[in-house]
């Protein structure tokens, strides 16, 4: 049962535009979203976070928003640039606990 | 510069044998964590670690066991390795409590024949 649902596989932008990465839960006891970003043969790295009683977080051009009625969070990223190409991964946390629920993950290309 | 260290970063393996991935962390974290990922599956949990020779089981512990004798060491075993567990093997470690994030390791890119 997958709690995190990312339904984009893929994504595809030219350098200089805006990357929309979207992530949808299911479990209402999330309280603590993230998004890390993976190269190929490396481990994930921390991006950016917010908590549930925030709507917005931004780090640069990085910009997480979070719409809780909807279930629903997006990470904005502009300018995207040629660098930004990784598979990002949006990930939640349930109320008291350790544990991150990852999603399936999302490639994006940003072309130059 | 914190790390998390796993072993290995490529390993070829034969069906039935016995595989330990080791993964050690220098931050001091409370928490250790074994996933694996895969294709369209994403990260999937097998065990984690609140402290020292403390355990539990993830999403899919199935044909897996851990260790943790040390703090600093947490250790994911296939116990009869099958070719269904070919995969990439991260670890990763967090502080216990708050809105901490995970740091991972590498990874290890397991094949088995």
């Known amino acids: 049962d997958q709690q995190v649902k990312q339904n984009s596989p893929s994504l595809s932008v030219q350098e200089g535009r805006i990357s929309i990465l979207n992530c949808d839960y299911t479990n209402s006891m999330f309280d603590y979203f993230l998004w890390y970003k993976k190269y190929p043969a490396e481990g994930p790295t921390f991006l950016i976070s917010?908590?549930?009683?925030?709507d917005k977080n931004e780090d640069g051009r990085f910009t997480v928003f979070l719409n809780k009625s909807a279930k629903h969070l997006s990470l904005h990223i502009v300018p995207s640039q040629p660098g930004d190409s990784a598979v990002y991964f949006c990930?939640?946390?349930?109320?008291?606990?350790?544990?991150?629920?990852f999603g399936t993950g999302t490639r994006l290309t940003v072309i130059p | 510069d914190v790390k998390v260290t796993q072993s290995s970063r490529y390993l070829v393996k034969r069906t039935g044998e016995k595989v330990f991935l080791e993964c050690v962390q220098d931050m001091d974290h409370e928490n250790m964590f074994w996933y694996r990922q895969d294709p369209g599956l994403g990260l999937r949990l097998i065990y984690f670690s609140y402290d020292v020779k403390m355990k539990e089981k993830g999403d899919i512990p199935e044909g897996y066991s851990v260790s943790r004798e040390k703090k600093e060491r947490f250790s994911l075993i296939l116990e009869s390795a099958s070719t269904n567990q070919t995969s990439m093997y991260l670890c990763?470690?967090?502080?216990?409590?708050?809105?901490?994030?995970?740091?991972f390791g590498s990874g290890t890119r397991l094949t088995v024949v």
């Open positions: 917010i908590s549930s009683i925030k």
């Open positions: 990930a939640a946390r349930r109320t008291g606990a350790n544990n991150l629920f």
């Open positions: 990763a470690s967090r502080f216990a409590g708050g809105n901490y994030g995970y740091t």
